[in-house]
């Protein structure tokens, strides 16, 4: 079973292995908490050229995870986000790597400083984001 755990996020180190949309959308909600961003990937989303703070245009190797706090695998290979997650576990580095990971990201809510975030434990992510937006509808015009 997993805990909600808010976790400062400012400066630190977030990999990512994957350079598609699934990636890019997670990598823009860590930058707008302070995270710094590194890509690894052959092919790279030209949106990540905005927010990354380091892209390397390759394939990702092992040693990569090196001095990150957090690793994010979404690459379209799940055998190699599958090899990502264990790798990471073993160096308990935790690492989103959709159900093969030891963390989920929840569909989060900002308003003002109250920031909320909806989890599925990984099994519903569509469901995870339609509780959000029922929640911000909920919370309009509410200021904190």
């Known amino acids: 079973m997993y805990y909600p755990l808010f976790v400062e ?13 699934v990636a890019l959308r997670k990598a823009q909600v860590l930058k707008r908490f302070g995270a710094r961003i590194r890509v690894i990937a052959p092919e790279v989303l030209g949106e990540f050229e905005e927010i990354a703070d380091d892209i390397k245009r390759r394939p990702f190797c092992d040693e990569d995870i090196a001095g990150a ?8 290979d799940r055998r190699l986000n599958r090899h990502i997650a264990e790798l990471c576990k073993s160096c308990r580095i935790p690492v989103n790597a959709g ?5 989920f990201f929840g569909a989060v ?36």
Do not use: Y
Not at 9 to 21: Q, T
Not at 99 to 103: C, E, F, P, T
């Open 69 to 76: 706090d957090i690793v994010v695998a979404a690459t379209d």
């Open 109 to 144: 809510f900002e308003n003002g400083e109250a920031v909320a975030a909806v989890s599925t434990n990984g099994k519903d992510p569509a469901g995870a984001v339609r509780m959000r937006d029922e929640l911000r509808r909920m919370m309009e015009g509410e200021i904190f």
């Open 9 to 21: 996020m400012e400066e630190k180190r977030c990999l990512f292995a994957g350079g598609g949309r």
């Open 99 to 103: 159900r093969d990971g030891s963390v």
